[in-house]
């Protein structure tokens, strides 16, 4: 007989019921042969052989022999067992193309799982699953994906939230400078644009990044600094005033500061450089050991720190380096921003 000579009739995958391992037995008993099973029941014959293989069992008969005999029951019980120890199928399914996005974006574009559901959401982006942002981590704990494991999260370990206070204490070596305290309250509801953060992210040797963080938008601008000194942030806020002139002011409203060395000299960064006797800007400084106070800023530093890790050489970075980190940073999607990006929040 031919391959396009049988009565088999086609269909989808599926596996054997209940009803039909009980006509399997009822047919046996009939001395059916398994092919003419098969043919019957609409199944491969090699898919009746498994399944008499599976439900055998033996009985005795009235002579005292052994005769192997197959019963629907004992399939049906090898079936259930089966199952049981397949657990719960995979949620991510054949979703081939899903998987492969979610690979790229944490291991090539250092997103975070959130980030990477959260923007194929923002982006309207179709797959044939949808995951939420703990089923992408248990995946990832339980080494589904072919080639992400947690050695590839930029976040290793997610503790307890930490208690903030707010520290009433003036920093001894800035004594002169403006209070965070004095910072106007429209700052703090984060609603309009020109508010901004400072910070320094050092590493191996004298050159450090010179960060500022929008408060609003979360947008980021970095600048490569020889050494952590006052007359370099000068140097760079007025190569700043230079590169917008007239929306200086428009743009940077305030800046709010640590109490570092290199930030002590408040005048200095007030001073405009195009505008002799005029102020440029107003700084603020948050109160010692509250680092929370700015903490836009500090989330922007974390997420340079994918890119310079503690102890790197900054000194080795270039231009270019600099401004692909700054670009990824405001094209990255922000949860607080409904997983849009800071230049997308300009647009």
């Given at each position: 007989?031919?391959?396009?000579?049988?009565?088999?009739?086609?269909?989808?995958w599926k596996q054997i019921s209940e009803v039909e391992r009980y006509k399997i037995e009822a047919l046996?008993k009939a001395k059916l042969t398994p092919e003419q099973i098969a043919r019957q029941l609409g199944y491969?014959?090699?898919?009746?052989?498994?399944?008499?293989?599976?439900?055998?069992?033996?009985?005795?008969?009235?002579?005292?022999?052994?005769?192997?005999?197959?019963?629907?029951?004992?399939?049906?019980?090898?079936?259930?067992?089966?199952?049981?120890?397949?657990?719960?199928?995979?949620?991510?399914?054949?979703?081939?193309?899903?998987?492969?996005?979610?690979?790229?974006?944490?291991?090539?574009?250092?997103?975070?799982?959130?980030?990477?559901?959260?923007?194929?959401?923002?982006?309207?982006?179709?797959?044939?699953?949808?995951?939420?942002?703990?089923?992408?981590?248990?995946?990832?704990?339980?080494?589904?994906?072919?080639?992400?494991?947690?050695?590839?999260?930029?976040?290793?370990?997610?503790?307890?939230?930490?208690?903030?206070?707010?520290?009433?204490?003036?920093?001894?070596?800035?004594?002169?400078?403006?209070?965070?305290?004095?910072?106007?309250?429209?700052?703090?509801?984060?609603?309009?644009?020109?508010?901004?953060?400072?910070?320094?992210?050092?590493?191996?040797?004298?050159?450090?990044?010179?960060?500022?963080?929008?408060?609003?938008?979360?947008?980021?601008?970095?600048?490569?600094?020889?050494?952590?000194?006052?007359?370099?942030?000068?140097?760079?806020?007025?190569?700043?005033?230079?590169?917008?002139?007239?929306?200086?002011?428009?743009?940077?409203?305030?800046?709010?500061?640590?109490?570092?060395?290199?930030?002590?000299?408040?005048?200095?960064?007030?001073?405009?450089?195009?505008?002799?006797?005029?102020?440029?800007?107003?700084?603020?400084?948050?109160?010692?050991?509250?680092?929370?106070?700015?903490?836009?800023?500090?989330?922007?530093?974390?997420?340079?720190?994918?890119?310079?890790?503690?102890?790197?050489?900054?000194?080795?970075?270039?231009?270019?380096?600099?401004?692909?980190?700054?670009?990824?940073?405001?094209?990255?999607?922000?949860?607080?921003?409904?997983?849009?990006?800071?230049?997308?929040?300009?647009?």
């Open positions: 007989m031919g391959q396009g000579n049988h009565t088999t009739t086609r269909r989808s046996l491969h014959k090699r898919t009746i052989e498994r399944e008499i293989a599976r439900g055998t069992v033996i009985q005795r008969d009235t002579h005292l022999r052994d005769l192997p005999t197959y019963k629907a029951d004992a399939g049906q019980r090898v079936s259930d067992k089966n199952a049981a120890k397949k657990g719960r199928p995979l949620k991510i399914g054949y979703d081939h193309k899903l998987a492969s996005h979610i690979e790229k974006r944490i291991i090539e574009d250092k997103y975070s799982p959130d980030a990477v559901i959260g923007s194929i959401k923002a982006n309207g982006l179709q797959f044939e699953v949808t995951l939420c942002t703990k089923t992408v981590y248990n995946m990832i704990d339980a080494g589904i994906f072919l080639r992400l494991s947690n050695k590839d999260l930029p976040v290793k370990k997610v503790g307890e939230k930490r208690q903030y206070k707010r520290v009433r204490k003036v920093a001894l070596n800035n004594t002169k400078g403006r209070s965070i305290e004095e910072r106007p309250q429209d700052v703090e509801s984060r609603e309009e644009y020109g508010y901004w953060e400072m910070d320094c992210v050092v590493g191996q040797g004298k050159p450090c990044l010179l960060v500022l963080t929008e408060r609003s938008r979360r947008e980021q601008i970095i600048i490569k600094l020889s050494a952590k000194t006052q007359a370099n942030v000068k140097a760079a806020m007025d190569k700043l005033e230079r590169k917008h002139r007239g929306r200086f002011k428009e743009k940077f409203k305030s800046i709010t500061m640590d109490n570092g060395s290199e930030f002590l000299d408040m005048a200095a960064i007030e001073q405009s450089a195009l505008h002799k006797g005029k102020q440029r800007t107003t700084c603020y400084y948050a109160h010692p050991y509250s680092a929370w106070e700015r903490g836009s800023n500090e989330n922007a530093n974390k997420l340079i720190r994918r890119f310079v890790p503690k102890g790197s050489d900054i000194g080795k970075l270039t231009e270019k380096d600099v401004r692909r980190i700054e670009n990824w940073i405001n094209n990255y999607p922000r949860r607080i921003l409904g997983y849009r990006s800071a230049k997308q929040m300009a647009a």
